[in-house]
T-cell receptor
């Protein structure tokens, strides 16, 4: 089975940097995804890591350590529009399992 | 290029009625996934379908729930004899076919089902 843990909520200041951690236990692993979900909207893809290390994409970066079952999403130069839920997900076979999401609130 | 289309956006049903949720995948996608999301909870996998085939329904409740993805037309998630506990947001996602766990999913805007 799959088990994914991430903090329930975080608060950060506009312009700052925030790191959202995710730990996982999975019986099969084909990669780790991060999705962003604004309230009442569809989740949208942010990043995918399948090898260890850091993947950088603009203001967002994602890190993976397969041996530790650990990933983080790093958001730089925070903007108010970054206030959303961030979902960590992974899985094996056909089933992608999602964490409960980290609700990020960006304040002035 | 239209994304994943779900309708209706909101659906209200009374206990005992049937709910039919529709999903049209992105153009060129032949793989559809249904997820359920309860307030304060994560997305829970329900079922994975390809055209005319159910590939994995391990997340579907054994009773009252069914899904199909016919050769022509949208995928349908059907809930018979709805109960209040079925109230949730139901999201559909599609992919091009390499499998959900090594390619990104494109999600629809969801159907919010409310059971009175």
């Amino acid at each position: 089975g799959q088990n994914i843990d991430q903090p329930t909520e975080m608060t950060a200041t506009e312009g700052a940097i925030v790191q959202i951690n995710c730990t996982y236990q999975t019986s099969g692993f084909n990669g780790l995804f991060w999705y962003q979900q604004h309230a009442g909207e569809a989740p949208t893809f942010l990043s995918y890591n399948v090898l260890d290390g850091l993947e950088e994409k603009g203001r967002f970066s994602s890190f993976l350590s397969r041996s530790k079952g650990y990933s983080y999403l790093l958001l730089k130069e925070l903007q108010m529009k970054d206030s959303a839920s961030y979902l960590c997900s992974t899985g094996g076979g056909n089933k992608l399992t999602f964490g409960t999401g980290t609700q990020l609130k960006v304040e002035l | 290029n239209a994304g994943v289309m779900q309708n209706p956006r909101h659906l209200v049903r009374r206990r005992g009625q049937e709910a039919r949720l529709r999903c049209s995948p992105m153009k060129g996608h032949s793989h559809v996934y249904w997820y359920r999301q309860l307030p304060e909870e994560g997305l829970k996998f329900m079922v994975y379908l390809q055209k005319e085939n159910i590939i994995d329904e391990s997340g579907m409740p054994k009773e009252r729930f069914s899904a199909e993805f016919p050769k022509e037309g949208p995928s349908i998630l059907r809930i018979q004899q709805v109960v209040r506990g079925d109230s949730a947001a139901y999201f559909c996602a599609s992919s091009s076919g390499q499998g959900a766990t090594n390619e990104k999913l494109f999600f629809g805007s969801g159907t919010q089902l409310s059971v009175l």
